[in-house]
């Protein structure tokens, strides 16, 4: 059986309650943003890029020790579009592995949305301040973009790390599941810190992609502010 | 999409990933099974697969592409629908110019 989210009856009802508040807050906040900022003609391409995403999380990718490890994209389709819409887009994602595929619990949802959304955002913080840090104008009035490639890999890289923490947490916290935080922090970020290795080899591939045939579908830096 | 179902033709899986590798070294079962295990027979395309029949790679590569379809459809109108009235917002400014026009 492919389990690759949280399902039913792995967190208690205490923990879901809040996950699925903070879900609906953010939420609402990232539709207001999507309606303020998001072009129209982005609208296909953003279309093709979730059904993308969602290819991509279906394909587990071996890592060592017989584990597997499969892409979440948050931070790919953060920078190609904005956060908020890749916080639509992997909800949307989420809702059709849950109720098409039987991926995770339809309870459980509110917490697979939160960590793979909410929880990853410390990861795209990290690659806007590396992306606008590095980015230099030059002289003649060009904006050299340095730290592009650089950013999507440490970004998404961190992006995981930060997601499994909490997730382990979250598993920690629960009495439906009888080990303590103490071990399930441990091996969430273990297992995950090597998985984050093939989300930055992706992330960073296709960013890099775009960067060079399709320069125009990567926001500029300049003009994309943090919370967007 | 043909680089997409490229991508499918690869092996699905070759072992348990992330969070299931945790459960399983935590709890010594393969598949966790908690104790309000919910019956889950409504799903149309359960588990990746149909629900009748082997998984094949075809299968399963049939089963991403048709999963893509519906991701790429659900999202363009789902983005469609939340910025609906921001669309229709010129609309309106025309009609009420239209109307001032006819006033005078």
């Known amino acids: ?228 | 999409m043909i680089i997409l179902a490229a991508f499918l033709w690869m092996p699905m899986l070759s072992g348990p990933d992330g969070l299931e590798r945790v459960l399983f070294n935590l709890t010594g079962n393969e598949e966790y099974e908690p104790e309000n295990n919910v019956n889950y027979n409504g799903a149309p395309l359960p588990d990746y697969g149909f629900p009748i029949g082997e998984n094949t790679y075809i299968q399963s590569w049939l089963v991403g592409l048709i999963g893509g379809i519906i991701t790429a459809v659900f999202m363009f109108i789902l983005f469609k629908i939340v910025k609906l009235q921001k669309l229709s917002k010129p609309a309106v400014s025309i009609a009420n110019e239209a109307e001032t026009e006819s006033n005078l």
């Open chain 1, 1 to 228: 059986m492919i389990i690759t989210h949280i399902g039913d009856g792995l967190l208690n009802l205490w923990i879901l309650i809040p996950l699925w508040i903070g879900v609906f807050a953010y939420g609402a906040f990232c539709l207001v943003k999507i309606r303020r900022n998001m072009k129209d003609e982005q609208l296909p391409i953003a279309s093709v890029l979730t059904a993308v995403v969602f290819a991509f999380q279906m394909l587990n990718f071996p890592i060592a020790a017989g584990t597997s490890g499969h892409f979440l994209g948050f931070v790919l389709l953060a920078i190609l579009i904005s956060p908020s819409a890749a916080f639509l887009m992997i909800t949307a994602v989420l809702t059709i592995q849950a109720f098409i595929f039987l991926d995770g619990g339809v309870l459980a949802l509110g917490a697979n949305i939160f960590n793979m959304t909410m929880a990853v955002l410390p990861g795209y913080f990290l690659y806007w301040v590396i992306r606008k840090r590095m980015g230099k104008t030059t002289v003649d009035g060009k904006f050299q973009d340095k730290g592009l490639l650089i950013g999507a890999f440490v970004g998404s890289y961190m992006s995981l790390i930060s997601a499994s923490f909490i997730c382990g947490i979250e598993i920690g916290l629960s009495t439906l599941f009888p080990p303590p935080m103490a071990l399930t922090i441990p091996l969430m970020v273990g297992y995950h810190a090597l998985i984050a290795i093939g989300e930055a080899m992706i992330t960073t591939f296709v960013v890099a992609f775009f960067h060079k045939w399709a320069p125009e579908y990567i926001p500029d830096i300049r003009e994309v502010p943090v919370w967007s």
